[in-house]
């Protein structure tokens, strides 16, 4: 749990980087310095930490570039106090950079190690972010509805239970695309129930899959 001086430089370096890249937002950036991004990799790969890069955390998953991180948290427009829901645990970065902005933070995840896993990884980290191990697709309906929805992997097209999940003048951001590459989207719903959509050029994200699994 260790955050040095190495750490906190490295951390800096990455902030200007995605600085550069676009993302001015100060709030946005001063999550991403808050958040030590080594402590959600295995102790061997502390080098990569603070890369502008995805990589593998386990069971076949990535934790998102940072700048994509940033990218999407930028889209989504967090207020403090605002009810989020994330559709892809995974690492449990983005949750925290979440947290970080002051938003109340649900995240469901899929795969059952990596929900153990991440779980107690925040619990130590002492970050509150509500994890559920359970299907994205169906959404959370007993919390809803949110002030925003962040899919975090990729389907072809969002699920509309979601948006039936998402508050009038709320916000879901989603790369979308059934190929290797998806389009980043935004969907606004007006005040009074209305969608429209929003796109911001092209990631890639591991699949959006159905059910639980264990491996
Ligand atoms: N937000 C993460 C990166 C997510 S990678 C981070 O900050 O590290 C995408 C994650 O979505 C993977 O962990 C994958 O297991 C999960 N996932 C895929 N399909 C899902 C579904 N239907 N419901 C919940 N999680 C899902």
Do not use: W
């Not at 676009?22 to 502390?46: Q, T």
């Amino acid at each position: 749990m260790e955050d040095t001086y190495r750490h906190k430089g490295l951390r800096k370096k990455l902030v200007d980087e995605i600085r550069k890249k676009g993302v001015l937002d100060e709030n946005i950036l001063g999550a991403i310095n808050r958040v030590p991004r080594h402590l959600f990799l295995d102790s061997g790969f502390l080098n990569f930490a603070y890369e502008d890069k995805p990589f593998p955390i386990g069971s076949g998953q990535t934790i998102s570039q940072p700048y994509t991180v940033a990218f999407q948290t930028q889209l989504l427009d967090v207020q403090p106090g605002d009810k989020i829901l994330e559709i892809g645990t995974g690492s449990g970065y983005q949750a925290c950079v979440l947290e970080e902005l002051g938003a109340e933070v649900y995240s469901i995840e899929r795969q059952q190690k990596l929900f153990v896993k991440t779980k107690t990884l925040l619990t130590q980290m002492g970050y509150k972010a509500k994890l559920i191990l359970g299907d994205g697709y169906l959404g959370l309906p007993d919390k809803a509805p949110f002030d925003a929805i962040l899919i975090t992997a990729a389907a072809p097209e969002v699920p509309e239970i979601l948006f039936e999940q998402l508050k009038n003048g709320g916000v879901l951001v989603s790369p979308v695309g059934g190929g290797s590459v998806q389009t980043m989207m935004r969907f606004t719903k007006s005040k009074s129930g209305k969608l429209t959509k929003q796109t911001f050029g092209a990631f890639q994200f591991v699949p959006l899959l159905k059910n639980v699994a264990n491996d």
